[in-house]
């Protein structure tokens, strides 16, 4: 590397802190004159870098946004950070974005060093990254639209999809918009049933911001989260699992800690029975999976249909 591409860098990643830099200072920083600053200003121009200079005592140079995104320099926490970022987005239903994110992440590893690397595998193996259950994947637009609304306190108009495939048109006040598993929620008041409701995005069809604007309500009682959580459990079919695992009670018994609840556990050295508290099969089957042993259904046949399902996609996959 010359010194002069070595400078440059150098210069870059000042300039890549958001703030303005006076000449003086990028000389001191760099060890050059400022004239020697100015030039390598005008270098990073002709590569795309977009720095603009303000004159005068309070002047400097500062990196703005262009037309077309420049490299980056990143320090080591923000490659840590970016790539465990990137792995999360992946794993999340929204159409194109999510391997728009695969693609970022592989090309970050592959020039991550070796160090980085190893903290960047190190989070993501240590963090449980689970599908509740299949979903659409819903589309940019439609986000955009939501958020949209929500930031601008606009009502929004659309068609909603029931569990049943039954279609009825929608007039709401949107709250906010929640990223739950690989679902995304919008929580907003029905105007025609006058509660608050909770809509899944892959359900909302051709959502549109009417122009009018949304009263300033307080939001539900609980938390959005809790609220979420509450309504989508309330409409979810619930389950006790039967279930016997291959591994010690007291290996178990740990395992599961406080998600016995108020179900039962009974069994000696060999194996153990778990009959669990009251949950939908996909928190149930997660909760199996995450035990790391052999088990065996019992029931209810529920259970074992969606596990059927897992093992399918995961062959398949």
């Not at 210069?11 to 030039?39: C, D, I, K």
């Not at 946004?65 to 990143?74: E, N, Q, R």
């Not at 018994?253 to 108020?262: K, W, Y």
């Amino acid at each position: 590397m010359t010194d002069t591409t070595a400078r440059l860098l150098s210069l870059l990643s000042l300039l890549q802190t958001p703030r303005l830099w006076p000449g003086s200072e990028l000389a001191n920083r760099l060890g050059v004159s400022g004239r020697t600053v100015r030039r390598d200003i005008d270098r990073l121009r002709e590569i795309g870098y977009p720095v603009e200079a303000t004159e005068g005592g309070q002047g400097g140079y500062r990196l703005t946004a262009g037309s077309a995104m420049p490299p980056l320099l990143l320090d080591d926490e923000e490659a840590v950070a970016i790539a465990v970022g990137l792995a999360t987005v992946a794993g999340q239903a929204i159409s194109g974005v999510d391997e728009a994110a695969a693609r970022a992440a592989a090309k970050l590893a592959q020039v991550l060093p070796p160090r980085l690397r190893r903290r960047v595998s190190t989070l993501t193996a240590s963090t449980l990254s689970f599908t509740l259950s299949a979903s659409t994947a819903v589309s940019p637009d439609s986000l955009v639209t939501i958020t949209s609304a929500c930031a601008n306190h606009e009502r929004l108009r659309f068609r909603y999809r029931s569990h049943d495939n039954v279609d009825s048109a929608r007039h709401v006040e949107p709250l906010r918009l929640v990223a739950s598993g690989r679902r995304w929620y919008l929580v907003a008041f029905d105007l025609d049933r006058d509660d608050w409701r909770t809509f899944r995005v892959d359900r909302m069809i051709d959502p549109r911001a009417t122009g009018a604007r949304a009263q300033r309500r307080s939001p539900p009682d609980a938390a959005v989260e809790e609220f979420l959580r509450a309504r989508t459990m309330s409409m979810a079919p619930t389950f006790r699992a039967d279930v016997t695992l291959h591994a010690p009670l007291r290996l178990i018994a740990a395992r599961l800690g406080d998600n016995l609840g108020d179900g039962t556990l009974t069994g000696d050295d060999d194996s153990c029975r778990w009959q669990s508290h009251t949950d939908t099969v996909e928190w149930l089957a997660m909760r199996l999976l995450s035990l790391d042993v052999r088990f065996q259904v019992h029931g209810p046949p529920q259970l074992q249909a969606h596990l059927d399902k897992l093992a399918a996609r995961i062959t398949h996959a």
